[in-house]
């Protein structure tokens, strides 16, 4: 699993109704090989040695909408930070000069080391984060099996039996931290890969109120609810491909928290592992270029060679019509 700072509906490729007998049999003979919380701490070392040392970089696309916002971004991972260009707004390619604004954004990044190196910064606080509560997971909850499912292209590999494991909080967990401390009020499944040992999906639901440092800095409130899932992209690299976030609370005990949003991750290309941040930006602005050709073209009427006279009549005065 990349892990991302950014926020993650997919439509499942394949039903369970699709797997054939023998693959859930497959994924039900394996689950008791290994007591739950020993598969998911396989699982999550197998994320975390991922995370540590695959050095793979992509390009892809994230749809992300919230209750304001529709919005298509292109991006892609490179050694500096992570680059992203707005496409499309509410359905619709971006203006010449939203364009401007957009290339202007990134270049400030370029021409700013500063700026950048805060931004890279920032990244690492935020995967570090999420790091942090990957690693806890393991003790942080007790396991017991749900059944199995079926891998899909978005969620785990195609083919592969997925392990559903319900979880709740273990009660001799102690949070070394407050950011492990959102775990304590939270219930859900957990989706494993039983063939490649990987996490497939995190679907999870804060059943109580949970106030971090000790409530004084804020609180989530109850019903709050994240699920993630990830899948084999191709070539056994593991990816993000949904994300939800619903979360609601205060802040300082005055300003009040809301987040509502939902990402779709696709189209995964890699790219060097070496490409520069700047070198980043040029590939973003390549590929928005091709994209708006690409929609520039469909939008061009169809007329048939073989029209009627009738047909061809019709067309020229529309034409005219047109350029006038």
């Known amino acids: 699993m990349v892990l991302r700072a950014q926020s993650v509906a997919f439509l499942f490729a394949m ?7 023998r693959l859930v049999a497959a994924a ?20 975390v040695a991922s995370n540590s040392s695959s050095g793979r970089h992509f390009m892809f696309k994230d749809t992300k909408k919230t209750a304001h916002l529709n919005q298509v971004k292109l ?3 490179t050694r500096d930070a992570t680059a992203g260009m707005l496409i499309a707004n509410d359905g619709r390619p971006l203006s010449p000069q939203e364009r401007k604004q957009e290339e202007a954004r990134l270049s400030n990044y370029v021409q700013n080391p500063q700026e950048l190196n805060k931004k890279r910064k920032q990244e690492k606080e935020d995967a570090d984060h999420t790091m942090r509560i990957l690693k806890a997971l393991p003790d942080a ?11 899909t292209a978005v969620v785990g590999h195609p083919g592969d039996g997925l392990v559903r494991l319900k979880f709740r909080p273990n009660p001799n967990y102690d949070p070394p931290t407050r950011t492990e401390q959102v775990l304590t009020g939270m219930q859900g499944y957990l989706l494993i890969d039983a063939t490649e040992k990987r996490l497939a999906e995190i679907n999870a639901t804060l059943f109580r109120e949970v106030g971090f440092g ?3 800095l804020g609180h989530l409130d109850r019903g709050g ?3 993630v899932e990830q899948a ?5 690299n593991w990816e993000i491909t949904h994300m939800e976030l619903s979360f609601t609370g205060k802040i300082l005990l005055l300003k009040k928290l809301s987040i509502q949003s939902t990402d779709t991750f696709s189209d995964f290309h890699p790219v060097p592992s070496d490409l520069t941040f700047a070198q980043g930006v040029e590939l973003l602005k390549k590929q928005a270029s091709q994209a708006d050709a690409s929609t520039s073209d469909k939008a061009k009427p169809v007329h048939k060679k073989n029209g009627s006279a009738e047909e061809k009549a019709e067309a ?7 350029d006038r």
Do not use: H
Request: hydrophobic share 35%.
């Open 141 to 151: 909850f007790l396991y017991e099996p749900d059944g199995t499912e079926a891998g």
């Open 28 to 47: 039900q003979n394996n689950a008791p090989q290994l007591a739950p919380v020993e598969l998911v701490r396989q699982a999550i070392n197998n994320e």
């Open 214 to 216: 000790w409530g004084i």
């Open 75 to 77: 991006v892609v991972e």
């Open 15 to 21: 039903g369970v109704s699709m797997l054939p007998g």
């Open 225 to 227: 609810r994240f699920l």
């Open 232 to 236: 084999d992209v191709g070539g056994r």
């Open 316 to 322: 020229e005065s529309k034409q005219i019509c047109c």
